[in-house]
């Protein structure tokens, strides 16, 4: 079955960096889209970012020029840097794939969650 595995999450300080990386397993990553969403407590889930299986990026604009989401198909490991952290980027990131054949799925893959890893930012 389709595993995506989270890591990277942490306590970080406001300003600071921090990398997410994505595992995926049980599928054919490269006909897949991956994505990142978070949800911050008492709050929805909201959608960050999406790449194609060739590099096409979709980002949210709160994060635009913040947040870059790239993937590394030889590895099945897609990847969300964060930069300029916030406190109000504390949240719980997940990973998500989609297929490729779907339009929507590429702009905002969904169809597969990772458990989540806790981003922590502190003032």
């Known amino acids: 079955q389709v595993q995506l595995v989270e890591s990277g999450g942490g306590l970080v300080q406001a300003g600071g960096s921090l990398r997410l990386s994505c595992a995926a397993s049980g599928l054919t990553f490269g006909q897949f889209a991956m994505g990142w969403f978070r949800q911050a407590p008492g709050k929805e889930r909201e959608f960050l970012a999406a790449?194609?299986?060739?590099?096409?990026?979709y980002n949210r604009d709160p994060v635009q020029g913040r947040f870059t989401i790239s993937r590394d198909n030889a590895k099945n490991t897609a990847f969300l840097q964060m930069n300029s952290l916030k406190p109000e980027d504390t949240a719980v990131y997940y990973c998500?794939?989609?297929?490729?054949?779907?339009?929507?799925?590429?702009?905002?893959?969904?169809?597969?969650w990772g458990q989540g890893t806790q981003v922590t930012v502190s003032s």
């Open positions: 790449i194609s299986w060739s590099g096409t990026t």
């Open positions: 998500t794939a989609g297929p490729q054949t779907s339009q929507r799925q590429q702009m905002r893959p969904d169809q597969y």
